[in-house]
Nanobody, 121 residues
Framework: QVQLEESGGRLVQAGESLRLSCTPSGFSGYAFAWFRQTPGTEREFVAA????????KYADSVLGRFTISKDDATNMVYLQMNNLKPEDTAVYFC????????????????WGQGTQVTVSS
């Protein structure tokens, strides 16, 4: 059984930092990504990382502020978010998929329950 579980979301002030965690279980050979969603909108890609080669991909809106990483020892995926802005407010989801060599992230229908990040101005 495959499962993704996110944690770490909370209320922060603009300019602060926050780290989200994702615990994948039951997956092999997948890349992992973070998406975010606000009410009434589609889920937006944020960042992805491959498990073997550590290739990464970021949305332009978070490039330079967010860093996706993984820990091989604990089998966890992280999203370090710095200099948070009110427009980063969303529910953040962990996803399993494929990050192609051409840099395209193809998500698969594996999602966690999401964790709420709220950034106040």
């Amino acid at each position: 059984q495959v499962q993704l579980e996110e944690s770490g979301g909370r209320l922060v002030q603009a300019g602060e930092s926050l780290r989200l965690s994702c615990t994948p279980s039951g997956f092999s050979g997948y890349a992992f990504a973070w998406f975010r969603q606000t009410p009434g909108t589609e889920r937006e890609f944020v960042a992805a990382i491959t498990w073997g080669s550590d290739r990464t991909k970021y949305a332009d809106s978070v490039l330079g502020r967010f860093t996706i990483s993984k820990d091989d020892a604990t089998n966890m995926v992280y999203l370090q978010m710095n200099n948070l802005k009110p427009e980063d407010t969303a529910v953040y989801f962990c996803n399993a998929g494929i990050l192609t060599r051409s840099g395209k992230y193809d998500y698969r229908d594996y999602w966690g329950q999401g964790t709420q990040v709220t950034v106040s101005s």
